[in-house]
């Protein structure tokens, strides 16, 4: 979904009192999802567009609404979340993984891997189909996480629709999708590889060298930057010496070598 549009008078945007603290700290109590690690900025500007869409200028105003309608709950989580991904985002690093990572990571026979704020699951499932056809007999388990409930339910359906299969070649995706009326079902094969769970990142304690592979992409970009250097440590604490973290193709590890990461290929790190 598009972020919220930027063509509101400017009057409603200007903050009224902290009502924003306070907004957020319902917020959390409502949905568990807190939108106090997020950067304040954007954050507070999405919003008060909004709402000011709805005719509701202080936030707080709109708290009433929020807990009486959950439809209108989901409609507001779906605009702040930012629930976009497709499959095979980012060709250019599926390319890579599927020539170079997958390969060197299955020589230890087996690759475990995380999807981490993985929205509706089509990074999960890609990631499955990559290892399908490029590393097809490792054994492969893809944990897939996102703090929004809503789409891990959609993700542990697996089915996507046209829009999020454009650019995909029908060869490519007939390897691990079937054709259903919605567009493309994730076949049994990717299933088996992939689980789905709840759960907020900023909270996550991952173990120490748990993983082979860490995807968290387009997940850190509303994060203010000692939240989002925070998980990196975390993320990178939770791979194995050799494994692989892969960020968003706008993003960036702050200081890797504080985490014992360098970088390998274009936002792809590898741990010492
Ligand atoms: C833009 S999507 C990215 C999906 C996928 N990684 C991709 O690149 O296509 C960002 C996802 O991060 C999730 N997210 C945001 N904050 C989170 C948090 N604190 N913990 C877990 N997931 C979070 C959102 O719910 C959303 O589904």
Known sequence: MAPAAATVSPAPLQSTGDDYTAFCEALHRLSGIDLSQYKRPQMERR???????????????SLELLRRDPAELDALLDRMTINV??????????????????????????????????????????????????????????????????????????????????????????????RVPEGWRARDVLRRMTTFEHGDLLRMRPAAAAHDLILCRNTVIYFAEPIRDELHARLAHALRPGGYLIVGATERVASPADLHLEMAYPFIYRKA
């Open 85 to 178: 991904s497709q499959l095979w985002r980012h060709r250019e690093q599926w390319d890579r993984l599927e020539r170079e990572v997958l390969p060197e990571l299955a020589r230890g026979g087996r690759v475990r891997a995380w999807s981490a704020g993985c929205s509706y699951g089509a990074e999960a499932f890609t990631l499955a189909a990559v290892c399908l056809k490029a590393i097809p007999t490792a054994g492969v388990r893809i944990l897939g996480t996102d703090i929004d409930r809503r789409m891990i339910e959609r993700a542990r359906e697996g089915v996507f629709s046209d829009q999020d299969a454009r650019g995909v070649s029908p060869a490519e995706l007939e390897r691990g999708f079937e």
């Open 47 to 61: 919003l008060r567009a909004y709402f000011a869409r709805k005719g509701i200028d202080r936030l707080t105003d």
